[in-house]
């Protein structure tokens, strides 16, 4: 038999490693099909192929993280260029875009730019600071008049400066004692801004230095100290955060003047999103990217942030504010899905927990559905961003059972993309267990695919 070379070259280790991947899929596949076979929503998904232009794979991270996008790290976040070609295709200028899940303000700041009117919701506050320095554009000429005068007076900090440090357990065990007196005395100078969408600018840029100015792990998004790490200077870091995010913002500023936009409204509020201040059939387009059912993540990633402006004293009642969670009440869930019944089901034969975690995500997204069809006009679209999981070993098919939830409260299904995920930043695998990415060498590692669905649902 003649050897292709190719296959030669190959490690011994990857071939194994990609054959036990490629066995996990076709026992995934395989527990679905027996589980769903019945569904015609599973044979609808099922026929779906990938849709190579809405992968947008020729954009750069200059495309993507252009006038504000670019502010602060946000995990799992979806390009602008998603949004502004279905705003296109679904909007008039002038209608009106929610985002229930509002993250890290994508959806407000391309509606923005569109000229088309929005709101935004978001449990985390952390998210909402981030939306709201993104989405107001300053005039140039103010902000750096403001951060010269910042500049001078934070240049001016040296041992002997009198700086009132936060006393917080959490925060000594991430921060060492001199980085932290200099971000201490950085927040008290932003603090005494009276200009609040400066500040809560100048806020966002502390923010995003947080991690760098840590003993966090560098390159983890899971909270994990590194002893070994030299935590970067915060005062020049913070320096460089504010002028590269004054040069996005006075690309904003402009680009929203040349389109007469500046007015635009667009607002964020900090609460559920089963409770979105919207008036009944107003709304023409809903574009959002729902949490996934380990949704608690978002509270530990967000954790530094939360800390330092006193969004919470206590971690654990941070995680309990977001969807999904252990810790909500379990009682009286309304699935509104055989999908998500056979899912749970399923689940109760692998462990207990998760298949009430599961259950609990799934009625609280119903819950969010009720009130995206009490927003949309007749004829309004929700678009809604999202990916397959597995926990336990069991297929979560979070857009199939979306599709079906809403298909069961009277929406009709518009259309259907199915799309690659170009960034080279996904991992590959998550934990069998837990539903995470983890690290190639976990040990309950299990294949993640590399794509997520774009569910067009009509009113």
Same mark, same amino acid.
């Given at each position: ?7 030669e070259?190959?490690?011994?280790? =990857?071939?194994?490693m990609?054959?036990i991947?490629i %066995?996990?899929?076709?026992?995934r596949?395989? =527990? %679905?099909? $027996? ?7 599973i ?11 809405w ?8 495309d993507t993280?252009y ?8 995990p799992?976040k979806?390009?602008?260029?998603? /949004? ?7 909007t ?5 875009? /929610?985002d229930?899940f509002g ?14 009117? %929005? ?6 506050p952390?998210?909402v ?11 140039p ?8 005068a ?7 900090y040296?041992?002997?400066?009198? /700086? ?5 357990e959490?925060?000594?065990?991430w ?8 971000l ?29 100015? !840590? ?8 909270p994990t100290r590194?002893?070994?790490k ?17 040069r ?9 003047k040349?389109?007469?936009h ?5 607002? $964020?509020?900090c609460?559920?999103?089963r409770?979105?201040?919207?008036k009944?059939?107003? $709304? ?5 990217s729902?949490?996934?059912v ?7 990633l967000h954790?530094?942030?939360a800390?330092?402006?006193e ?9 309990k ?10 009682k009286?869930?309304?699935?509104? !899905? ?6 749970r089901k399923?689940?109760?034969?692998k462990d ?6 599961? %259950? ?6 119903? =819950? ?9 006009k ?13 926990l336990k070993g $069991?297929?979560?098919?979070?857009a199939?059972v979306f599709a ?21 930043n996904l991992p ?10 983890? !690290? ?6 299990? !294949?993640a695919?590399p794509?997520?669905?774009i ?5």
């Amino acid at each position: 038999m003649t050897r292709n070379p190719k296959h030669e070259a190959r490690n011994p280790k =990857q071939i194994q490693m990609a054959e036990i991947q490629i %066995s996990q899929i076709n026992t995934r596949i395989n =527990q %679905s099909r $027996v589980l769903y076979f019945e569904s015609n929503i599973i044979a609808l998904f099922n026929g779906i192929k990938v849709d190579p232009s809405w992968s947008f794979s020729d954009k750069t991270r200059k495309d993507t993280a252009y006038i504000t996008h670019g502010y602060h790290r946000y995990p799992a976040k979806f390009i602008p260029q998603i /949004v502004s070609r279905l705003a296109d295709k679904y909007t008039s200028e002038g209608d009106l875009i /929610v985002d229930p899940f509002g993250g890290c303000g994508t959806t407000l700041v391309e509606s923005k730019v569109m000229g088309r009117l %929005s709101v935004g919701v978001d449990i985390n506050p952390v998210a909402v600071l981030i939306t709201k320095a993104k989405i107001t554009p300053l005039d140039p000429a103010k902000i750096e008049e403001v951060f010269t005068a910042l500049e001078e007076k934070l240049g001016s900090y040296s041992k002997n400066t009198k /700086v009132k440090a936060p006393e917080h357990e959490r925060i000594d065990y991430w921060f060492k004692q001199e980085e932290k007196r200099k971000l201490a005395f950085i927040f008290a100078e932003i603090s005494k801004i009276k200009d609040r969408d400066v500040k809560d600018f100048l806020y966002c840029g502390f923010s995003n230095i947080l991690k760098n100015c !840590s003993i966090w792990l560098q390159k983890s998004n899971k909270p994990t100290r590194d002893f070994a790490k030299k935590p970067s200077d915060p005062i020049p870091t913070f320096f460089r955060q504010v002028k590269m995010m004054m040069r996005g913002n006075a690309r904003f500023y402009e680009l929203l003047k040349q389109k007469n936009h500046l007015e635009v409204p667009s607002q $964020v509020y900090c609460t559920d999103a089963r409770t979105i201040p919207v008036k009944n059939n107003s $709304v023409s387009l809903i574009v959002t990217s729902p949490p996934y059912v380990t949704s608690y993540e978002y509270a530990d990633l967000h954790q530094l942030t939360a800390l330092w402006l006193e969004y919470t004293k206590d971690l654990s009642d941070f995680r309990k504010r977001f969807i999904g969670t252990s810790y909500h009440n379990k009682k009286d869930l309304t699935l509104n !899905s055989t999908l998500a019944e056979n899912i749970r089901k399923y689940l109760l034969e692998k462990d207990k927990k998760t298949a009430e975690e599961v %259950s609990t995500y799934f009625s609280e997204m119903n =819950q969010v559905f009720i009130e995206m069809k009490r927003m949309l006009k007749k004829g309004g679209k929700t678009c809604i961003v999202i990916g397959n999981t597995s926990l336990k070993g $069991v297929e979560i098919l979070n857009a199939e059972v979306f599709a079906e939830q809403l298909q069961n409260l009277g929406l009709k299904i518009a259309d259907i993309v199915k799309r690659e995920i170009p960034s080279k930043n996904l991992p590959s695998v998550r934990d069998e267990k837990t539903g995470k990415f983890a !690290s190639i060498t976990d040990k309950n590692r299990v !294949s993640a695919y590399p794509t997520e669905y774009i569910l067009v649902m009509e009113k």
